[in-house]
């Protein structure tokens, strides 16, 4: 019985040293809020995004209906929220305005700028006379 007795004790010991020394670290919530990718419906390559002025700009193409499209995806900070969200049919006639939410509270207004491509889209670079010649090289075969 005495020697059950110390091991109760011993184990009971190890349990409250082991419990007292977990502390549980709490960082606060997070201030992220960034928009890292965005997407409408109808859009044409890929969305720049430049955070430091908080604008996005975009491409759709020339049939689609810029007064009545949706946002396709959306892909923010951890925690963050949007609005106007993913899968909401805007108009993109004009910029429109997008608060993004940290879980802290704190905002961010991003600012989309879309184009409509026209009919007939031109590729830059499309052809081989508007490739880049550096001045001061001589190449044979090189008329221009």
């Not at 977990?22 to 430049?50: A, P």
């Not at 491409?59 to 925690?79: Q, R």
């Not at 991003?110 to 880049?132: C, R």
Request: aromatic letters at 12%.
């Amino acid at each position: 019985m005495k020697q059950t007795w110390k091991i109760f004790i011993y184990v009971s010991g190890m349990l409250f040293i082991i419990s007292s020394c977990v502390k549980e670290d709490n960082f606060g919530k997070s201030d992220l809020k960034q928009i890292r990718y965005f997407m409408i419906d109808g859009q044409v390559g890929n969305t720049r995004i430049v955070q430091d002025s908080l604008k996005m700009y975009t491409t759709i193409g020339s049939n689609a209906n810029i007064h009545k499209l949706a946002v396709d995806s959306v892909f923010l900070s951890t925690f963050a929220k949007i609005s106007p969200s993913s899968g909401d049919t805007l108009d993109f006639s004009h910029p429109v305005l997008f608060t993004v939410t940290a879980e802290d509270g704190s905002t961010a207004n991003y600012t989309l700028i879309t184009t409509q491509e026209a009919s007939t889209p031109q590729l830059e670079n499309s052809g081989f006379d508007d490739w880049y010649i550096p001045s001061g090289k001589a190449y044979s075969g090189y008329s221009g």
